[in-house]
């Protein structure tokens, strides 16, 4: 049975992304005092006395025109009292987007949170969301939010929107949510709290290499914005989908630009925050690279953080469409991939269009390989076997005087696969001599797409 959906709808800077924290208990959606943070909808697990549902974030709905813009940009937004607008912060270009995914999330739910400031009163825009709420037939739960210490009076205009009474809460404080998630899953039923086994795919790479349209084209809709400004995408998004009776779970991360070219306090270094911890709880990681731009340092910086992480990486290879192509095209691209990304030779590699959908189907096939190998533990017995086998075809070198000797290994885990090797003396061990072994179990056992770990302990 299917969790039911909860949308936390809004107009800009109410608090949605707070909320949408406190109830998850952990911070997964952006926060900061910055009007269009959260532009695309975020999905979440939560929990309330024994009954589960999911979360969507959603980013602020904008109803007014500022300055010719099209509809989609509020009116009173031409300075937010800071001495910005919301233009300076660049959120105008995707004013109607944000608005037509937090429409959709609407859509999805079971139950809709409208979340309102009661600081800043009832304005225009709550009544125009509220008008639209309606329309949509869903239960709406009215919750006024940054009551600190809870003014009732400052609830009394809101019940011109015609949603019911009010619930007063703060969500800095935590207060109130109690009674607001009671009348939250008062009709929801009590399902047991069963861990996921759904494979989860991080999706990263560089600004604007066409990660969000590759996730789109892999969904058969448009989950996430699409924009050719670098940084569209700006927190890690969950999607949940299942393809062929198996579940998964989708990714798609925030562009992870040089270190030196994010500012410490802006929104994007959060953003590569949750980005590095998308990879941290990904089964696999589909890196993307454009194809029609040079194969860059930073592209290689983000294939290196999936690989220290100990992840099986598909590289994709996108846009191939734009690349002027011959016989010999994709060797030679493959030929530059294998010099660059020499430290893990074992990725797999895909060349696709997410514009034309060109082997897009094709990349479940790798991902399921992959994960495979990642997940493969090799008996005692055969990884013995293999390892004398390759002592006899060529002995340690000595170091020295002295010879290291191998006398037996195990696998003591997978994802990923980790071996020990027990041995005399690990200090007499030569790097060489580890890569050797190492290419000797690829040879003998199928590790493409995945790192393994080699570890020598003397044995005591």
């Given at each position: 049975?299917?969790?039911?959906?909860?949308?936390?709808?809004?107009?800009?800077?109410v608090?949605k992304s707070t909320f949408?924290?406190?109830?998850?208990?952990?911070?997964?959606?952006?926060?900061?005092?910055t009007?269009?943070v959260?532009?695309?909808?975020?999905y979440?697990?939560?929990?309330w006395?024994?009954?589960?549902?999911?979360?969507?974030?959603?980013?602020?709905?904008?109803?007014?025109?500022?300055?010719?813009?099209?509809?989609?940009?509020?009116?009173?937004?031409?300075n937010?009292?800071?001495?910005?607008?919301?233009?300076d912060?660049?959120?105008n270009?995707?004013?109607?987007?944000?608005?037509?995914?937090?429409?959709?999330a609407?859509?999805?739910?079971d139950?809709?949170?409208?979340?309102?400031?009661?600081?800043?009163?009832?304005?225009?825009d709550?009544?125009?969301?509220?008008?639209?709420?309606?329309r949509?037939?869903?239960?709406?739960i009215?919750?006024?939010?940054k009551l600190?210490?809870f003014?009732?009076?400052?609830?009394?205009?809101?019940?011109?929107l015609g949603?019911?009474?009010?619930?007063?809460?703060?969500c800095?404080?935590?207060?109130?949510?109690?009674?607001?998630?009671?009348?939250?899953?008062?009709d929801?039923?009590?399902?047991?709290?069963?861990?996921?086994?759904?494979?989860k795919?991080a999706?990263?790479?560089?600004?604007?290499?066409?990660k969000?349209?590759?996730?789109?084209?892999?969904?058969g809709?448009n989950r996430?914005?699409v924009s050719?400004?670098?940084?569209?995408t700006?927190?890690?998004?969950?999607?949940?989908?299942e393809?062929g009776?198996?579940?998964f779970?989708?990714?798609d991360?925030?562009?992870l630009?040089?270190k030196?070219?994010?500012d410490?306090?802006?929104?994007?270094?959060?953003?590569v925050?949750?980005?590095?911890?998308?990879v941290?709880?990904?089964?696999?990681?589909?890196?993307?690279?454009?194809a029609?731009d040079?194969i860059?340092?930073?592209?290689?910086?983000?294939?290196a953080?999936?690989?220290?992480e100990?992840?099986?990486?598909i590289?994709?290879?996108?846009?191939?469409?734009k690349?002027e192509?011959d016989?010999f095209?994709?060797e030679?691209?493959r030929?530059?991939?294998?010099a660059d990304?020499a430290f893990m030779?074992y990725?797999?590699?895909?060349?696709?269009?997410?514009?034309t959908?060109q082997?897009?189907?094709?990349?479940?096939?790798?991902i399921?390989?992959?994960?495979?190998?990642?997940?493969?533990?090799?008996?005692?017995?055969?990884?013995?076997?293999v390892v004398?086998?390759?002592?006899?075809?060529?002995?340690?070198?000595?170091f020295s005087g002295?010879?290291?000797?191998?006398?037996?290994?195990?696998?003591p885990?997978?994802?990923p696969?980790?071996?020990?090797?027990?041995?005399?003396?690990?200090?007499?061990?030569?790097?060489?001599?580890?890569r050797?072994?190492?290419?000797q179990?690829?040879?003998?056992?199928?590790?493409?797409?995945?790192?393994?770990?080699?570890?020598f302990?003397?044995?005591?």
């Amino acid at each position: 049975m299917n969790k039911p959906l909860v949308a936390v709808i809004g107009r800009p800077n109410v608090g949605k992304s707070t909320f949408f924290n406190k109830i998850c208990g952990k911070r997964i959606s952006i926060v900061k005092d910055t009007p269009g943070v959260t532009r695309d909808r975020i999905y979440a697990d939560a929990e309330w006395c024994g009954r589960y549902f999911t979360l969507i974030d959603t980013g602020g709905i904008y109803y007014g025109v500022t300055k010719g813009q099209g509809s989609g940009v509020r009116n009173e937004g031409e300075n937010n009292g800071q001495g910005k607008s919301d233009n300076d912060y660049g959120v105008n270009v995707f004013a109607s987007e944000v608005k037509r995914q937090a429409e959709i999330a609407a859509q999805l739910s079971d139950v809709i949170v409208f979340l309102v400031d009661g600081k800043a009163g009832l304005t225009a825009d709550d009544a125009t969301i509220a008008n639209y709420l309606r329309r949509a037939q869903k239960p709406v739960i009215l919750a006024v939010n940054k009551l600190d210490n809870f003014e009732m009076q400052l609830t009394y205009d809101f019940y011109e929107l015609g949603l019911g009474e009010p619930f007063p809460i703060s969500c800095e404080q935590g207060k109130g949510l109690g009674e607001l998630l009671d009348e939250i899953v008062k009709d929801f039923v009590r399902l047991p709290d069963e861990e996921s086994t759904a494979l989860k795919i991080a999706v990263t790479g560089k600004p604007n290499v066409g990660k969000s349209s590759l996730v789109n084209k892999i969904l058969g809709y448009n989950r996430v914005i699409v924009s050719d400004v670098a940084g569209t995408t700006r927190d890690a998004i969950d999607t949940p989908f299942e393809r062929g009776g198996k579940n998964f779970v989708l990714i798609d991360t925030a562009g992870l630009r040089r270190k030196r070219a994010i500012d410490d306090e802006s929104v994007e270094r959060y953003s590569v925050i949750r980005a590095i911890g998308a990879v941290k709880r990904a089964d696999v990681v589909l890196c993307v690279i454009d194809a029609s731009d040079e194969i860059s340092e930073q592209d290689i910086k983000v294939a290196a953080l999936s690989h220290e992480e100990g992840k099986p990486t598909i590289i994709v290879v996108n846009k191939w469409d734009k690349v002027e192509k011959d016989t010999f095209t994709i060797e030679e691209y493959r030929k530059k991939l294998d010099a660059d990304l020499a430290f893990m030779g074992y990725y797999e590699s895909i060349f696709v269009s997410a514009a034309t959908g060109q082997r897009v189907d094709k990349i479940f096939g790798l991902i399921e390989k992959v994960y495979e190998n990642n997940s493969r533990r090799i008996t005692t017995g055969m990884l013995n076997d293999v390892v004398r086998d390759a002592v006899a075809i060529s002995p340690p070198p000595s170091f020295s005087g002295k010879r290291l000797k191998i006398l037996y290994a195990t696998q003591p885990q997978t994802n990923p696969p980790k071996f020990v090797i027990f041995v005399s003396n690990p200090k007499l061990l030569h790097f060489s001599y580890q890569r050797y072994l190492e290419n000797q179990l690829r040879r003998a056992f199928d590790f493409s797409g995945t790192p393994i770990v080699l570890s020598f302990v003397k044995r005591e």
